[in-house]
């Protein structure tokens, strides 16, 4: 057995020993609340109107939030990813700024641009959106925290495009329209798909800026939080089963589904 045998795999040993311990960590919380739940208040929990909604609303404004994000990061997303200019870094920082900030500091941050005392507060107010304590409100926080991982993930996949690809394309009469939805855009599909489910997950965790902004109507996350303020674990602790096992389903199929467009 010869040494450069034993130090790899010594090597591999240890990281499979320690990525273990990481990946225990992550999962064993999740599967005792999940295995300390009784079925039939699991069930009751699920039938309370209050709990749907919640969860649903949460589902719902994330959807948007992410919609939003694609319709308006993804054309940022291809600039980046294509042209240089001065300042570029500096704008790349800036976008994942709402990673790192503490996230009631953003819906502080929101709250001074889209309250109903600041400028697009009240625009938007005669044309009858509001954001305090609204569906709006939770939209535009999950955009303004989640976005960055769209935008991200569709710059690096543009990249990887082949801009030769565009500019045979325009050699044979097409537009830059035609060149970015027929070339471009699809050849980023995966990428795109792969930040959106990062967006849309991201924004169904959202709270910190959430709360802040737009406490009622209550999405899941919010209603958590306000039951074991109020009540305690033994009754804030379905509905976060509930949510986990809800986007556990969902956010598997939607990654199976960039796994397989990969494979293809």
């Not at 990481?22 to 999740?30: A, G, Q, S, Y």
């Not at 291809?78 to 996230?103: C, M, S």
């Not at 304590?133 to 990249?159: N, Q, Y």
Request: charged fraction near 15%; proline fraction near 5%.
């Amino acid at each position: 057995m010869s040494k450069k045998w034993f130090i790899t795999n010594r090597m591999t040993f240890t990281f499979i020993l320690l990525g273990l311990v990481i990946f225990l960590f992550i999962i064993v919380p999740l599967i005792k609340m999940i295995a300390a739940s009784d079925p039939d208040i699991l069930l009751d929990t699920l039938l309370d109107p209050q709990v749907r909604g919640a969860i649903w609303l949460s589902l719902y404004a994330a959807i948007i939030a992410t919609i939003v994000g694609f319709v308006l990061g993804v054309p940022l997303a291809y600039l980046l990813a294509r042209t240089e200019f001065p300042g570029k870094k500096l704008l790349e920082g800036l976008i994942d700024v709402p990673i790192v900030i503490p996230h009631t500091a953003a819906g502080i941050a929101l709250l001074f641009v889209f309250g109903r005392n600041f400028w697009a507060g009240k625009a938007f107010h005669l044309i009858g959106i509001d954001f305090v304590d609204s569906t709006a409100g939770i939209v535009i926080a999950m955009l303004f925290v989640s976005v960055p991982f769209l935008i991200d993930s569709a710059k690096e996949g543009f990249k990887k495009v082949d801009v030769r690809l565009e500019k045979v394309s325009r050699t044979l009469g097409a537009s830059p329209w035609q060149a970015f939805f027929r070339i471009s855009l699809p050849l980023t599909w995966r990428s795109i798909l792969a930040g959106s489910i990062m967006m849309w997950a991201r924004g169904i965790s959202e709270f910190g800026a959430i709360i802040i902004l737009a406490y009622h109507p209550m999405i899941a996350s919010t209603l958590i939080f306000e039951r074991f303020e109020s009540y305690g674990l033994a009754y804030s602790q379905p509905v976060a089963v509930l949510l986990i096992i809800i986007c556990l389903f969902i956010f598997i199929g939607l990654r199976t589904i960039v796994y397989r467009g990969e494979k293809t």
